[in-house]
DNA sequence: AACATACATTTGTATATACAATTATTGTAA
DNA sequence: TTACAATAATTGTATATACAAATGTATGTT
């Protein structure tokens, strides 16, 4: 290796380490807002994303499995994640009839109405947070991530 | 406000969102990649950001409340991740002489023998997590996270 | 049918995190 | 100098998370 490759080397190296602290920095950044927001309504983000999730499904139950897939952090505990909402009364949870390894998991008109109020506080939020760029940067900045992330 | 402005701010909400989830997302995804590389080491992410703070002091001893201020995820209990890492034997912690209110941290040898070993690993892991950008995207991207967090 | 295997979820448990309360020390105003 | 507030770190405690093991159910093979 010459001297020209190993210092672009080196400064490759540099700018991944830098850009992944950006990265993790940048959404406990985030979070931290998103979780002063939530806070008040005894919701954390975890559990925000999954009635999200649920009210996605527009009426179709999902399984518990579905559920993991699609959420953000895959390593928190479902189960107990969703026995939070199922107290609260957000969802609901039935064993499946056709498979009863399978559990089928619906939001409730609780839970709806609870995202509806919480809908414009945090997109509102959401946008406060972005509001130093622009739509074209967001557009590419998503792009970016998108990139980032796949064909990996 | 004419239609144009409501479908404008509605398209906005909806990026603004779309974004925020991204970037939480993205961060997931690398932090389980990071943590996969760490574990082996017994070290976690939060862990080893603190020994390459402590690195970056350069043989000047880190007070507690430098060095929580300087990790990415603030609100983790900094007094008791200092402790696993003076168990291990990666840094030292002294009652400051000038003021006993105050902590001295500093990375020992064996703390500064791991991170030798560490930095290739990591480094190596990071750009292959980031290797579908190009330099001037990467340098793209840290601009855009920067504009983001920044002036507010 | 009996058995092994795969699947979906739950449970156990150790560790980590969040956040409030406490302790110890220093600074400062009356 | 005493009293009170401010600072720095630690501790207590409730909750959350990570991850392995266990449970219950379904499917495939002989």
Known sequence: MDIDTAIKTIHKMAISTKTVINI?????????????????YDLTI??????????GQRGKPANLSTIQERMVDKNSNTTRLVDKLVKKGWVERTVCAANRRKVEIIITKPGL???????????GNNS?????????????????????????
């Open 24 to 40: 993790m920095y940048t959404s406990r950044h985030i979070e931290e807002s998103a979780n002063a927001v939530l806070k008040p």
């Open 46 to 55: 975890p559990q925000y994303n999954v009635l999200r999730i649920l009210r």
């Open 113 to 123: 109405k609870i995202l509806k109020v919480l809908d414009p506080i945090m997109e």
């Open 128 to 152: 406060n947070i972005l509001k130093n760029l622009s739509e074209e940067q967001l557009v590419l900045l998503n792009r970016l991530l998108d990139t980032l992330r796949n064909h990996n």
